[in-house]
């Protein structure tokens, strides 16, 4: 192609193409991604005291620690009480930012489901040491079924139970639930705790101190009122028992609160049901020790649930050796596999 420009011809050669001048588009990435991940090994230890949308608190030393979980965790959750190991900024300050880089073998994973018939389990705290069972003795009563569930959960996560029992200054019908439950749970030597707000607190929190105790409880049995007791500040809300009977929510999230004296507690929301879908019928009967000599009578493949009629577990009770009311119970449990239930 030529063009005049001044009397002067410019002529635009035709260039020669080689190999040379072709790009090959590198399949896949350029630079293969190494699956050697770091160690931390300078990661700092910490306890998560609480969650909140993708936010986890940790007391790291002496201070409160904001963090946010790495990449390298997976899908693996953070519950209240797990043990991590934090990288980055843990000073604490406002607007500062860690990452969970590791969580710590856990032992006594407190778990249920949503229903019975749920496969999902959920842990709701990790690394607990004592289950405290809150109920009240009246308004609303105690509802041994509920009881029972928290049992069966305590013992299949090898917690140590804590039956604690509010509103024991309600005069005659406090008194007299006190001694139904003493009698209902005689045989399976469960501690407890009677308390009220003209009482002394030092019972309850003797039992407490140097350990990671949860407490669990309907609402509406007075939980928020004793934690504010336990720990002078926290500022629990409290709510009211509504005209049903049934109590209205106010704790709305897991917290960890440090005690005065050492150790903590862990303030669960209320909860109406206690799923027990990942708890094996073996490890039920062992929130039901009372009802264990009856299986040394029992046939080959019974199942206990009362459709054969050579049970050893009715031959146990008609001879006056285990409560009824404890084997009802025991086989409520076994049935809402078929039947959900709530307590």
């Not at 005049?4 to 790009?23: C, H, I, Q, S, W």
């Not at 500022?235 to 009211?240: A, N, Q």
């Not at 050492?262 to 708890?279: E, K």
Request: charged share 30%; aromatic share 4%; proline share 6%.
């Amino acid at each position: 192609m030529d063009e005049n420009a001044g009397g002067r011809v410019l002529t635009k050669r035709r260039r020669e193409y080689d190999e040379d001048d072709v790009r090959i588009r590198p399949s896949g990435r350029s630079r293969p991604r190494t699956k050697i991940r770091p160690a931390h090994d300078d990661a700092a230890p910490g306890l998560v005291i609480a969650v909140d949308r993708g936010r986890y608190t940790c007391r790291v030393e002496d201070r409160d620690v904001t963090a946010m979980r790495a990449r390298e965790l997976g899908r693996k959750g953070v519950v209240v009480g797990d043990r991590v190991a934090l990288s980055g900024d843990t000073s604490g300050r406002d607007g500062s930012l860690a990452r969970i880089v590791r969580i710590e073998p856990r032992f006594g994973a407190l778990r249920r489901t949503a229903d019975d018939d749920d496969p999902t389990e959920r842990v709701l705290v990790a690394n607990v040491a004592q289950l405290v069972i809150v109920t009240s003795l009246t308004d609303p009563p105690p509802r041994t079924g509920f009881i029972d569930r928290c049992l069966a959960a305590a013992f299949d996560a090898d917690i140590a139970p804590l039956l604690c029992l509010t509103k024991a200054d309600l005069g005659e019908p406090a008194e007299a639930a006190l001694a139904e439950l003493r009698e209902y749970y005689a045989d399976l030597d469960l501690p407890y705790v009677t308390t009220a707000p003209d009482h002394p607190i030092e019972p309850v929190t003797d039992l407490l101190t140097d350990r990671l105790s949860v407490l669990i409880g309907h609402s509406g049995v007075g939980k928020s009122t004793l934690v504010n007791r336990i720990v002078p500040g926290a500022t629990r809300d409290v709510g009211r028992v509504s005209a049903i009977g049934k109590g209205r929510h106010t704790s709305t999230s897991a917290v960890a609160l440090e005690l005065p004296g050492g150790g903590w507690i862990v303030d669960t929301p209320g909860i109406r049901s206690f799923g027990l879908a990942h708890v094996s019928a073996e490890s039920l009967l062992h929130a039901f020790t009372d009802l264990v000599p009856g299986l040394e009578e029992c046939p080959r493949g019974c199942d206990h649930t009362g459709d054969n009629e050579e049970c050893g577990l009715d031959e146990l009770v008609a001879e006056g050796r285990a409560r009824p009311e404890r084997l009802a119970s025991f086989r409520r449990l076994l049935a809402v596999k078929l039947e959900p239930e709530q307590y």
